[in-house]
């Protein structure tokens, strides 16, 4: 069993920049593969990034690319998305999740947080 709980979220202007944390419970998570999605008013659940189990290995949406970061601390139990550049659009309720296998594919993981509201304003 693996609890996840994510923060940092919170209303930023177009152009700044933002971290989000995911602190994961359970000895699995140095084995678990993360991902972050997001979901936007009225639209569906978004691949956003994914890592694997030791961070050889990142995925990440392609209007994402050279924005965001995604990285793991395995010795704390948390992966990070660091977004730079962060546009109106980018505003969602954004998730981690883990899972077996590193994948964009939502069904493929496992366990989920409750979320954390990021908000850019233009």
């Known amino acids: 069993q693996v609890q996840l709980a994510e923060s940092g979220g919170r209303l930023v202007q177009a152009g700044d920049s933002l971290q989000l944390s995911c602190a994961a419970s359970g000895r699995t998570f140095s084995s678990a593969a993360m991902g972050w999605f997001r979901r936007a008013p009225g639209k569906e659940r978004e691949f956003v990034a994914a890592?694997?189990?030791?961070?050889?290995?990142?995925y990440y949406l392609d209007s994402v690319k050279g924005r965001f970061t995604i990285s793991r601390d395995n010795a704390k139990n948390t992966v990070y998305l660091q977004m730079n550049s962060l546009k109106p659009e980018d505003t969602a309720v954004y998730y981690c999740a883990a899972g077996v296998v590193i994948t964009t594919t939502p069904r493929s993981y496992n366990y989920w947080g409750q979320g954390t509201q990021v908000t850019v304003s233009s």
């Open positions: 890592i694997s189990y030791n961070g050889g290995r990142t």
